[in-house]
């Protein structure tokens, strides 16, 4: 099947720096939106940022101007640089995909990853 991958996370200062991966697997012909999403405890998940095939983003007002997020077609990889952490994005970040082109499987919907742990404290 497709499976989606995160790593990156990790415990960091507030105002430092991290970057997370996250790797589609399987025989894909392409994904049309590839996005963040985070959930801390006692919160529902909500979305970090979103990209399209295109390069076409949005991103959360929470986020912006903090946060990049990239892919890299050829790759099926997404990438989140975050910039400036608080201690508010402390979370674990999952990796979506949505109508996914599949050889085997034909187009999927809504697949997501296992989640990373991004810890923000000092």
């Known amino acids: 099947q497709v499976q989606l991958v995160e790593s990156g996370g990790a415990l960091v200062q507030p105002g430092g720096s991290l970057r997370l991966s996250c790797a589609a697997s399987?025989?894909?012909?392409?994904?049309?939106?590839m996005a963040w999403y985070r959930q801390a405890p006692g919160k529902r998940r909500e979305l970090v940022a979103a990209?399209?095939?295109?390069?076409?983003?949005n991103y959360a007002d929470s986020v912006k101007g903090r946060f990049t997020i990239s892919r890299d077609n050829a790759k099926n990889t997404v990438y989140l640089q975050m910039n400036s952490l608080k201690p508010e994005d402390t979370a674990v970040y999952y990796c979506?995909?949505?109508?996914?082109?599949?050889?085997?499987?034909?187009?999927?919907?809504?697949?997501w990853g296992q989640g990373t742990q991004v810890t923000v404290s000092s």
């Open positions: 399987g025989s894909i012909f392409s994904i049309n939106l």
């Open positions: 979506n995909a949505d109508q996914v082109l599949s050889r085997d499987y034909g187009i999927l919907y809504d697949c």
């Open positions: 990209i399209t095939r295109g390069g076409t983003t």
